[in-house]
């Protein structure tokens, strides 16, 4: 296999070959892995840009202890869990919501950080679209579309939801899950 000098940025060579060296890689291997990796990426029609944020996500993932399954599972459980009961239902739901908040104020501990990590894996979430209208000096309208199929696991999202925006000092004044994974929130900021 011939080898080529490629450009990059000295500093980062640096730290690669630092921590090459501490895992017993060479500088050749992680390299050719890196390269793999975004060449496969951009052959699948990725942007560049989404190895990183790939890799922004597996912290996520990791740090939250994130399973990956399919979304039908997730759609059948979470129908079956609202028939058989509603209320605990609702509290698995804001559990999960309080575990996704605190994760994310310890990442970002205010909306405008937490606005900049959104933009950083959006384009690998299953949510489609995020919109905010400002109503009136501390009162917003949020649109979350992409969170769910049915109405049970939109609902069981809108409870994450809720419970983000509440950890960021939000009252939600009203919170409408929809079938197909539509979310509309009021929330008005708390001073």
Not at 44 to 56: F, H, R, Y
Not at 84 to 105: I, P, R
Not at 169 to 190: E, Q
Request: hydrophobic share 40%; net charge negative; with cysteine.
């Amino acid at each position: 296999m011939g080898r080529v000098n490629i450009a990059a940025d000295s500093e980062l060579i640096k730290e690669l070959e630092k921590e090459a060296k501490s895992r017993g890689y060479t500088i050749f291997s992680l390299t050719n892995l890196a390269l793999r990796a975004m060449l496969e990426m951009i052959r699948m029609g990725e942007d560049s840009t989404k190895l990183q944020e790939l890799v922004e996500l597996h912290k996520i993932f990791k740090d939250l202890d994130v399973v990956p399954i399919t979304s039908w599972y997730i759609e059948s459980l979470a129908k079956l869990a609202y028939e058989k009961d509603q209320k605990a239902f609702q509290t698995v739901c804001e559990g999960a919501g309080l575990q996704v908040a605190s994760y994310l104020k310890s990442r970002a501990s205010t909306l405008e950080e937490l606005i900049v990590v959104y933009e950083n894996v959006k384009s690998v979430l299953p949510i489609k679209d995020l919109k905010v209208k400002k109503i009136e000096d501390d009162e917003f309208e949020v649109r979350l579309t992409g969170t769910g199929f049915s109405l049970e696991s939109t609902f069981c999202a809108s409870m994450v939801f809720k419970k983000v925006l509440e950890s960021y000092g939000f009252t939600v004044l009203d919170l409408t899950p929809s079938p197909g994974g539509i979310i509309y929130a009021k929330a008005k900021f708390s001073t």
